[in-house]
Structure formats: C-alpha cells, structure tokens
C-alpha cells in the first residue's frame, strides 16, 4: 500500500517517526471558506452522501494545511440515515431525530432492522473514497464511526442534549433493551467502518463524543461492551483510534482490553499523565486546546511546544486537537501549526 510508510500510521503502530504526524478532527469543514462556498444550497447529510462534494470537502484541509492524513468527511448519523433512520442536522444545533427512541417497543422496531443494510447502502461513501484516495497518494485516509453511546444518547434524547438524562436513565431503568440498542448501533457503526475500509481507508476512528458524562461503572458495564463490538469489525484490517471527550476517569478503559492502536486525549488530561495510565502498548493522540487557537501566536506555539514534550512519555504520538477545530478558528493559524509540528524532530 503506498501509505504503509506514512508518518501516522508509523505512529499507530508503535513507531516513532522522525516527525511526529499531525491531522485535526474537523480539519474539513465551517472554519475554511473553500468549504462554506461549497456547502452553499446543500443540506449537510446531502452533502455526506454526495460522492463528489465529500471528497472534495475531504480534501481540501490536506491541501491547505499540509496535514498527514485526511479524515473522510462525514458524519456520525451517516449510518443510522443508510439504514433508515429519519434524522437531520439543524445548522447551529445538530442532529434531530423525527422520532427519538425511548421505549421497549421503539428499540425493538429499530433493532429488527438488518445492520447490514448500511454496507449495501453505502455505494455513496466508496465511491467517495475511491476519488479521494485516488488523490491523496501516500498521505492516508481516515475513515471513522459514532461509538454506540454517542448514537443512543442522540437518539434517545431526540437530538443534542447537555447531560444525557434519558440515556443514562435508560440504561438502568431497562438494561436489556439499552443493551439490544447499543449492540445493534454496534453493529451498524461497523458496517459504516467496514465500507470504509474496503474502499481503502488507511485507519479509523471511533468517537464517543459523550463517554465523560457517564460513571466509570456505567462505562464498563454499559459502553464498553459495544464500543469494542464496533471496532472489533475492522480488527486486524487497519490500525485502530478510540476517541471520547472528558474522559479522564476512564482512559485506561478506553483501551478496550488491549483493542486498539492508540487513544485520543482531550486538553484535560497532560499527556505524560495520560501515558502513564494507558501504559507502553499505546499510541497516544491529542492533545492541544482548541481554545488556544484564538490565543496569541506566542501562546500558541509554547502550547504546542509542551504538548510535543509530553506526548514523547508514550511510545509514539499522534499530533492533534483534544477536540475538533472551532467554526471561527483562523486557517491561517492551523497550517502554521502543522509546520511548527513538523519543525520539531522526535
């Protein structure tokens, strides 16, 4: 494969590069005005299942800023809406489900639905890859998937929500029924991550955006299971990142028993500290604070300089945010970043 060497997957498979790798989640997207240009007229899922705009919108980021991969442009409803699922994103709010599940019955509608259906829908999603890889080269691409609780929590809840109430209530008012849901979002989320494999992603990443609201009992008991349900369908194929935001109290168990390639920190956790509990089988990724991309240059740059100190406590590191670029964030100022990452050596 011409990526087999590239600097990030050099990184998830324990190595370390001369240079650290560097990619931003949400490199594609709302702060870069080639992509608001583009987007004009068409609604975002449109957008995802368009074979031509999403890879263009993939692109754009590797172009402008000269990051070491491309992260496939998407997003995490994609699956439920190849399965059949009637969801929206509101600008300015996010997913909106016309029905949100919340009942015995609900989840046994939705889980009767075969999983499957999302790879034998997802022709949109190869075929955009295959346009994307074709440009790309030897700079990889990774493809990715909402972890199930982030997926129940939106559809339980109907849509965004702050604290997760319904979800978390569910889990224990009904635990077999939540436990049929979140296996099934499993397996969906696989499907999706399968197809993008297939169609040549280099690795991939599973996001709980929503893991640090819950107990590291709930985790264990609740989430875990069926994160590692998801990811184990493309086990051994692609290197493995398992990413979730405030989650702290539960980053050794994001490891899912030994699972996966490396674990995405958020700004919370110093990295050295994070290397610690995740121990020496681990590539670390993360974790500059995204809010210091509005600070001065020179605050920035000491940031950043201090993450890279810390990240070389684990066996390699993987350079990004510890969340996804901000709509207002400078281009500018993310293309100065990368070449201040790959200025630095070790």
Request: charged content about 20%; overall charge negative.
């Amino acid at each position: 494969m011409p990526t087999d060497d590239a600097p990030l997957l050099r990184a998830l498979s324990g190595d370390r590069p001369e240079r650290a790798p560097v990619w931003f989640m949400r490199q594609a997207g709302r702060s870069l005005p080639e992509y608001r240009e583009l987007r004009v007229g068409t609604r975002m899922l449109d957008a995802c299942l368009n074979p031509q705009l999403a890879a263009e919108i993939t692109l754009q980021p590797v172009r402008r800023h000269g990051v070491d991969a491309a992260i496939f442009f998407s997003d995490i409803v994609v699956p439920l809406r190849l399965a059949g699922v009637a969801v929206e994103i509101e600008p300015g709010r996010g997913p909106v489900f016309a029905e949100p599940v919340r009942s015995v019955a609900q989840i046994d509608a939705l889980t009767a639905i075969d999983p499957a259906m999302v790879a034998a829908a997802a022709q949109p999603v190869r075929d955009a890859i295959a346009l994307i890889t074709a440009e790309l080269g030897d700079t990889p691409l990774i493809g990715f998937a909402g972890a199930p609780f982030t997926l129940a929590a939106y559809l339980v809840e109907g849509g965004p929500s702050k604290e997760h109430l319904r979800a978390r209530a569910l889990m224990h008012a009904e635990p077999d029924a939540w436990n049929r849901l979140a296996n099934w979002l499993a397996l969906i989320a696989g499907e999706f991550l399968g197809a993008q494999v297939d169609a040549g992603a280099s690795a991939v990443q599973l996001f709980d955006s929503w893991a640090g609201s819950l107990s590291p009992e709930d985790y264990r008991r609740f989430v875990a299971p069926h994160a590692h349900t998801a990811l184990a369908a493309v086990r051994g194929r692609v290197p493995l990142i398992h990413f979730g935001v405030g989650t702290g109290a539960i980053l050794a168990d994001m490891r899912l028993d030994g699972l996966v390639d490396a674990v995405g920190v958020d700004w919370r956790t110093p990295l050295d500290a994070a290397a610690e509990v995740l121990g020496p089988d681990v590539t670390v990724q993360g974790n500059i604070d995204p809010a210091l991309l509005q600070a001065p240059w020179p605050v920035l740059e000491a940031h950043v300089r201090d993450v890279l100190r810390r990240g070389r406590h684990a066996r390699a590191h993987v350079v990004n945010l510890g969340h996804g670029v901000p709509p207002e964030t400078d281009p500018d100022v993310l293309t100065r970043l990368v070449r201040l990452v790959h200025e630095e050596r070790g």
